[in-house]
């Protein structure tokens, strides 16, 4: 029940990115999303998602991303069996969770949505950002993620394809907390992401790119 539409990158968005990396101070509480808006959404594994350790098995010092106990990411599939690819995919599940990370907690700055995104992709992360604080709404709930693929490209950048299941999470007002659970689910909660990755000088694989389908019938 949280519609993410992907946002064009334009100059007038400016605003919006520097509002969310210099710190917007605004409220960052654990908030639900609903109509027309979908995007990518979230951090590691299940329940509140794991907080990106500083000190990471790849020695990457890496912002923390920690959601709130009533917003839970789940990514289906396991290791690919490649180190480059599961790289890639792990990145890409941080970029996620820096966005809810962003909707859903309190906080003066998102040091971690700048650290996986860049260029379009980030200019449009942060215009559905301020998209739910401008109307004073969060989420809460679980969101899926699966069908997950990733293609190594020439050049040193990756694709990544995936679907997003939006079905179990519910729109939450911002300044009451009160839980809608009355929305139905509908089609528009199932979205198709293609994203391009390029890896950073740091080792970081930053989503450069995005595009989506609301209503995606290969991920019904």
Known sequence: MRTRTTMAAAAALTAAV?????GCGGSDDASNSRD???IAGAASGSGSSKPSASASADNIDRPEIKLPSDVENVFEGGSTG???KDAVLADNERRINSIDHAITVDAKKYPALQF????????????YIKSFRDEARS????TRYYDR???LLKGGA????????????Y???RSTDKVDRSVKASPSDYVFYSTRLEKNAKGVWQTATVSSTEAAKRCM
């Open 36 to 38: 027309g808006d979908k």
């Open 158 to 169: 990756a694709s990544v394809t995936y679907c997003m299941d939006a079905t179990q999470t």
């Open 18 to 22: 520097a509002l969310l990396l210099t």
């Open 116 to 127: 996986y995104s860049k260029g379009d992709a980030l200019v449009s992360a942060a215009s």
């Open 171 to 173: 729109p939450k007002d």
């Open 82 to 84: 490649d180190p480059v």
């Open 149 to 151: 693929e990733v293609t």
């Open 139 to 142: 989420f809460t709930g679980k």
